[in-house]
């Protein structure tokens, strides 16, 4: 069973400050994504990552895939209260495109 | 585009009795749609990978006579909870994709929240 672990849980910080989210696994992907969430509704896509090492950039928002394709990382710079959310990644394996999501990280930035 | 719905947005029932939750992908046809299950402040549990025309594919753990897929065309998966209990209680939400896009790329609807009393 693929287990896509994400650190931290649960991060509260101030506007203007800069995070970074991980989601490990000791599993290859094919691709890998990352969704936010906000309370009561579905995951709206932010990025699929594909090739090993890739960094893709959305605004403030940088992704990367590791090189090994089983792991990556989300950095958001000068986060802002709108950021706030749940940050989920999901990974699907080879020859799949059926996607398991990590635990979850949930963001809070205060004004 | 790539806009996928979801009835009802939420359901009240009481113990016992089946609820039928639809979605739809509107402005695409979908192969393959997939059905979540999330409890509060958890991340998406992966329920079955439904496919048009055929039976779903459930995922280890998921009763499949409790909560019966069907995929009758490319546009609408429905997922009845039979018999549901207090415990059933949660949120739904479907996704619908095209496979023949690469990477494949999963649209999420609003999601379902269904409470059983």
């Known amino acids: 069973t693929q287990l896509l672990e994400q650190s931290p849980q649960f991060l509260s910080i101030q506007e203007g400050e800069n995070l970074t989210v991980y989601c490990n696994s000791s599993?290859?992907?094919?691709?890998l994504q990352w969704y936010r969430q906000e309370p009561g509704e579905g995951p709206v896509l932010l990025v699929t990552?594909?090739?090993?090492?890739e960094v893709k950039k959305l605004k403030r928002l940088t992704f990367q895939f590791g090189d090994a394709r089983k792991d990556s990382s989300l950095h958001i710079t000068a986060a802002q209260p709108g950021d706030t959310g749940l940050y989920l990644c999901?990974?699907?394996?080879?020859?799949?495109?059926?996607?398991?999501f990590g635990t979850g990280t949930r963001l809070k930035v205060l004004a | 585009g790539a806009v996928v719905s979801q009835h009802p947005s939420w359901v009240i029932c009481k113990s016992g009795t089946s609820v039928k939750i639809e979605c739809r992908s509107l402005?695409?046809?979908?192969?393959?749609m997939f059905w979540y299950r999330q409890f509060p402040k958890q991340s998406l549990m992966l329920m079955a990978t439904?496919?048009?025309?055929?039976?779903?594919?459930?995922e280890q753990g998921v009763e499949k006579d409790k909560f019966l897929i069907n995929h009758a065309s490319l546009t609408l998966s429905t997922l009845t909870v039979t018999s549901a209990h207090p415990e059933d209680s949660s949120f739904y939400i479907c996704?619908?994709?095209?496979?023949?896009?690469?990477?494949?790329?999963?649209?999420f609807g609003p999601g379902t929240r269904l409470t059983v009393t």
């Open positions: 402005d695409f046809q979908a192969t393959t």
């Open positions: 999901a990974g699907a394996g080879r020859g799949t495109y059926k996607y398991i």
């Open positions: 990552v594909v090739t090993g090492g």
């Open positions: 996704s619908a994709g095209l496979d023949r896009l690469t990477p494949y790329e999963q649209y």
């Open positions: 439904s496919n048009e025309g055929s039976k779903a594919t459930y």
């Open positions: 599993s290859v992907f094919s691709s």
